[in-house]
């Protein structure tokens, strides 16, 4: 239990990507409050957990009688299902869910960084650099973030609301793509069809 408690850690970690995410992922025109509201929530339920108090582990260890010892280890809950199995002892477990969701949460902080600098001042519609592999780059870089935090440290809290981030965020791409339909009209038609709505995968766009 030495490495929960300590809420410096959680309420500097919501802080930091509160700010990041409200810094280079909103335009002023573009802010939508519900869908910051659940992401600050994800934030907010995920650090609490990591640094504050175990919930989920508890959770499990009453409820389905598993028991784990609340540590900085046993938080990364994908590397304690891994050694259980026997697919790979907890230490190596660990190394392998932070080497993954650490390459995510970088990725999905260049993807914030990249949009924000070619939208930043734009004049018209902005279709070049990241913007030609993805129409909402930020919003896939928040999406990415907090699928790696999952993978990182999962928690209950964190596996309901992410689907709903998700659809948050889709809605939110829409109804900003129905006004630069209205803005830009036909170049903007045309754009949508040369790029995805967030990524493409195996050729099928999302």
Known sequence: MDWYGNWIAVIASIL??????????YAPKKRDWKTLGIYEAFMVALFTE??????????????????????GETGHLIAVALDRLGILDLEKG??????????????????????WRKI?????????????????????????????????????????????????YIRLAKK??????????EEFLKYKKEAPMLLKIFGIKI
């Open 94 to 115: 660990v190394f392998l869910v932070m080497a993954v969701s650490s390459v995510m949460i970088l990725a999905g902080l260049g993807l914030i960084i990249l949009g």
């Open 176 to 185: 900003e793509e129905k006004e630069m339909e209205e803005m830009f009209e």
């Open 50 to 71: 990591m640094f504050g108090f175990p919930l989920t582990i508890f959770l499990l260890s009453s409820i389905l009688g598993i028991t784990i010892e609340p540590t």
């Open 120 to 168: 930043h001042k734009a004049a018209g519609l902005v279709k070049d650099g990241i913007y030609k592999y993805s129409r909402h780059p930020q919003y896939l870089g928040i999406l990415l973030i907090t699928s790696a935090f999952i993978i990182q440290w999962p928690t209950i809290l964190t596996l309901m609301m992410w689907p709903v981030l998700v659809i948050m």
């Open 16 to 25: 930091f990507f509160t700010l990041f995410v409200v810094g280079f992922a």
